[in-house]
């Protein structure tokens, strides 16, 4: 299906939706750690318990994390904005340096995250040019001194609270 839609204004007009900032990471099927910066998470259905996200369809690192079948998402505080920015982009070891402990299903939980969600793949759905992963969380925890949330809105990384 085809539309008349131009893509530039269909990303400028959605660009006025904050989403939340989440990096998706997991392991891949010798253990090396994976992650990509997602700005597409939602929470899908309370029973069962299931979340999901939009990895680009071509994502090398998505399909990496995908060998495991299970995935970690680790919610970005206001103040993670290196975090946001170095798993964004594909390549290098993103984990370089990077000091993180494994969730009780082995993916990595990353340091400072306000939430993580650790999940197993429970489903994938062609989107376009993405795709749909929904995930049955099997644990799941918060930080008690949240800061404020980091959100993409208009093309850029900022607070929640600080939004327009």
């Not at 505080?77 to 082995?106: H, M, N, T």
Request: glycine fraction near 10%; aromatic fraction near 10%.
């Amino acid at each position: 299906m085809t539309t008349s839609i131009d893509p530039a204004h269909f990303r400028a007009v959605l660009g006025h939706v904050p989403t939340s900032v989440v990096v998706v990471t997991g392991l891949n099927a010798e253990g090396t750690p994976f992650g990509i910066t997602i700005g597409s998470f939602t929470s899908v259905s309370l029973d069962p318990p299931l979340v999901g996200f939009f990895p680009g369809a071509q994502s090398k690192s998505w399909a990496a994390i995908r060998e495991s079948g299970r995935f970690c998402v680790n919610v970005l505080g206001s103040a993670q904005e290196e975090l946001c920015w170095r798993f964004a982009k594909e390549g290098d070891d993103k984990f370089a340096g990077l000091e993180w402990v494994p969730s009780a299903g082995g993916s990595p939980i990353l340091p400072g995250a306000i939430a993580w969600i650790d999940c197993a793949i429970e489903a994938e759905t062609p989107a376009g040019d993405h795709t749909f992963v929904m995930g049955l969380v099997q644990s799941m925890d918060h930080a008690e001194s949240v800061t404020d949330a980091m959100v993409f809105f208009r093309g850029k990384v900022t607070s929640a609270n600080h939004i327009g």
